[in-house]
């Protein structure tokens, strides 16, 4: 099937996550965002989106409390390239759901929480499994609310040293200019990276001469490699 | 007098501010974070800083408890050309302080909180000037944490329309790359800007492609502006 390309965000009113476009229904939840915090009512436009990158307009069916009917042709938004990913070193508080909102809010594709030396805090089996589960919560809201109809994948809970060894380029203060050569970054715990760190293999990146916070150097690095990929900056030389 | 020109990150232990750099002194509240959250302890070394871009390195005394000692010589980190400036409109919640916090971080020198039609919030008279009194302390927090010896400025609110006389460039989707030749960039509400709003004259730079919440497009344009400064990214056409 041949689908239309083009951008929920070009078209009126919110958009929803839904199952299946083919049938698509509103969760509780979100009939209750769209009625309640949005103040939608029967009639009004929407978007629908699969969380794949398809999507379709709609209207809340004025028949039906809670119903879609109207639905527009399939669309799809198709995936950039490269692919962004960026990793982070688990923070403590709300910064971890902060940098998912945002680095979902940019565009990366794919956000890596792991565990480096330094990192403040522990997430084990459970721990791990709950807040990486309420992380991928936190980016469909986030991606509703900036009309993503992709959804970034957030990866399970990782050492750093696999990531580097599976090709992921670390930041560091004095690191070479950012490029799309090396389009998945990983930003360090607060304290930095520990001696067994700094000595695993690879090039590093630099993220500027400011010395930033976790959550910062992350959100950094997504502006940066977003930018890159849409044409709206240039690199300076690749690595 | 010539001053040794570098930057305080480049110096072992945490960051304070003086109102002297001649007699240096710290607050109260500063020697407290110093020992109470930063753990420092007597003989410890740390830099102080004026503010306004000049600092020299000491140590806590052991002779004397919250005096300092060992001063280093005069030093200057030197203002980084051109001045960039980013304004924002009034935003609910601790956004405004959020944006803030950011935006010293990534080396922005000027901040400039301004009313939009759209602002959901208003703030007039005594409520601006004690808002606008926290941001400096949130501003100054901010530089203490990432080691920033200058603090930047943190405007009254103003209007926007005056900010677009005095030069400054609006923030719209679609809008032209960011350059440094537009290094004052206004960052428009959730809402977007009104149709008087848009209806002003001057170039428009854009965001990338992305939906983005207010905080996050004002995050977003000073990490651009402050890599393009630093050399970290280039320009892809100016305005």
């Known amino acids: 099937m041949t689908l239309a390309i083009g951008h929920p965000a070009d078209h009126p009113g919110p958009m929803a996550f839904v199952d299946d476009l083919h049938r698509p229904a509103l969760s509780d939840e979100d009939l209750h965002h769209l009625q309640r915090v949005l103040r939608q009512r029967a009639g009004d436009p929407l978007t629908v989106a699969d969380g794949g990158g398809q999507w379709r307009t709609a209207r809340l069916d004025p028949a039906a409390a809670g119903a879609l009917t109207e639905f527009g042709p399939m669309c799809e ?44 805090v522990r997430w084990d089996g459970a721990k791990a499994a709950k807040a990486v589960a309420r992380l991928r919560l936190v980016a469909r809201a986030a991606a509703r609310q900036c009309h993503r109809p992709r959804l970034p994948e957030i990866s ?70 977003a930018s890159l990929r849409d044409g709206s900056i240039a690199q300076v030389h690749g690595l």
Chains 1, 2 share one sequence.
């Open 77 to 120: 938004l198709p995936p950039a390239t490269p692919a962004l990913a960026v990793g982070f070193a688990l923070v403590k508080g709300d910064k971890p759901e902060l940098i998912v909102q945002k680095l979902t809010e940019l565009g990366i594709d794919r956000i890596v929480p792991f565990r480096a030396e330094r990192s403040v």
């Open 156 to 225: 399970e809970v990782v050492e750093v040293a696999e990531l580097v060894a599976a090709g992921a380029t670390m930041a560091e203060r004095g690191g070479a200019p950012m490029s799309l050569q090396v389009p998945f970054v990983l930003v360090g715990p607060e304290g930095g990276w520990s001696p067994s760190e700094s000595a695993l293999a690879g090039d590093r990146v630099g993220l500027g001469a400011h010395v930033l916070r976790a959550e910062t150097a992350a959100w950094t690095a997504a502006v940066l490699l």
